[in-house]
């Protein structure tokens, strides 16, 4: 398999969590400890944190945005020009559930033709749980200049492929409130 590299996305408000994310606990481990050690434990030769730095003893670079305010796909943007490996992960870092085993079917599943690939599940698409080429950052930022935030329509643009996820729907679940933060550990006893 080709080196590829792991982004994770920690700039967000957390306004409706009211703290920031990467720090809640889940098993024992903040949420961006548990993402790390993912990211880790499926191979990748870069870790980066779009949005923050790392605290002490996370082993990753952190990386500004280049639009702050401009969401997810500013994040997306900044970790690509940042990283050395063309194919990258990227991942919300309030998803401490996401299998690891999940993360490396859909680094594998990346075909050559394809700029980015987004998970889907039934009729939703996922655009946080993704792989994308580092040779999408310039078409990102046209995007971002031109006050176009959508990671969904920025993939849109792209040759994109999307990964079908049939498990439960549980694991890939973002952690975006205090309610399902309690959902969320009570089912998987976190």
């Known amino acids: 398999m080709e080196p590829f590299g792991f982004l994770i996305l920690t700039g967000g408000k957390s306004s409706r969590m009211g703290v920031p994310k990467q720090g809640l606990l889940w098993n024992g481990k903040t949420f961006l400890e548990q993402m790390v050690a993912k990211a880790q434990a499926i191979g990748a030769q870069e870790i980066l944190l779009a949005g923050c730095e790392p605290p002490a003893g996370i082993c990753a670079q952190g990386v500004s945005d280049l639009y702050p305010g401009a969401g997810p796909l500013s994040g ?30 859909l680094i594998r599943a990346l075909q050559p033709e394809q700029d980015c690939l987004l998970l889907r599940h039934g009729l939703y698409t996922e655009p946080l749980i993704s792989v994308w080429r580092k040779r999408t950052a310039t078409m990102l930022e046209f995007f971002l200049k031109n006050h176009r935030y959508s990671v969904s329509r920025a993939a849109d643009q792209l040759k994109a492929g999307y990964f079908s996820y049939t498990g439960a729907p549980e694991e890939i679940e973002s952690c975006n409130t205090p309610q399902a933060y309690q959902r969320l550990r009570a089912h998987f006893g976190a």
């Open 76 to 105: 997306i943007c900044s970790g690509l020009y940042a990283a050395h490996c063309e194919q990258n992960l990227v991942v919300s870092v309030d998803l401490p559930q996401l299998p690891s085993a999940l993360l490396e079917q």
